[in-house]
């Protein structure tokens, strides 16, 4: 596709559940990185991948978050054990150049915890 | 560790004014970007800065880039309704990793 596709683009889901949200990156774009932003608040660094590796996970909040790109594209941000404060809406951003590219970010995960 | 404050948080202007939102990093920075984000959309890129004392123009949209590479600021002459979002600077360390980190953003409305 054109854009950084994110899926789904709701999810609902009741504390102590498990979810997975994807991301598609632009193709040929070899950064992604993962933000999480709440409501009236920047983008929180989450993780950010350079290829396959994960180059910097310093931004996932505990153990239970987790993110995978096991072919260099499409990433899978993972979340057990779910909690209420991780309710928020996760995006995902592509770039091509990873250490001064701008960052293409899709629409977002809206991630809601009851 | 590294942290990026801008001010202020929100700002309302009558249409024409201008507007200015500040940056702010506590630890120095190999480049600074500015995003829009639209209500209900996602971030949008809007410029890069690099180099010390940099600035640069968009029609109505003048960047700068602090000397020490620790601040930054965005001035919009004459807003008008179409300029209404947040704007959030987003700065990543100097000799560290590739991670972007971002303001808490400036809110932006404009009254017609």
């Known amino acids: 596709g054109a854009g950084v596709s994110q899926t789904p683009s709701n999810k609902v889901t009741e504390k102590g559940k498990y979810v997975e949200l994807r991301c598609d990156p632009i193709?040929?774009?070899?950064?992604l990185y993962w933000y999480r932003q709440s409501l009236g608040q920047g983008p929180e660094f989450l993780i950010y991948?350079?290829?396959?590796?994960?180059?910097?996970d310093s931004g996932l909040p505990n153990d239970r978050f987790f993110a995978v790109r096991p072919e260099g594209s499409v990433s899978t941000l993972k979340i057990q054990r779910t909690e209420r404060g991780d309710s928020a809406v996760y995006l995902c951003?592509?770039?091509?150049?990873?250490?001064?590219?701008?960052?293409?970010f899709g629409e977002g995960s809206r991630l809601t915890v009851l | 560790g590294q942290q990026v404050m801008q001010i202020p948080q929100y700002q309302h202007v009558q249409e024409g004014e201008d507007f200015t939102t500040y940056c702010n990093s506590s630890t120095t920075l190999s480049n600074i970007q500015w995003y829009k984000q639209r209500p209900g959309g996602h971030p949008v890129f809007l410029i890069q800065l690099v180099k010390s004392g940099e600035v640069k123009k968009q029609k109505r949209l003048t960047f700068q880039f602090g000397e020490a590479k620790k601040n930054s600021s965005l001035h919009i002459t004459a807003t008008q309704t179409t300029d209404v979002g947040t704007y959030f600077c987003?700065?990543?360390?100097?000799?560290?990793?590739?991670?972007?980190?971002f303001g808490k953003g400036t809110k932006l409305t404009v009254n017609p």
């Open positions: 951003a592509s770039t091509t150049t990873g250490g001064i590219g701008e960052l293409f």
């Open positions: 987003a700065g990543r360390p100097q000799g560290g990793s590739e991670k972007l980190v």
């Open positions: 193709s040929g774009h070899t950064a």
């Open positions: 991948f350079q290829g396959t590796g994960a180059a910097d």
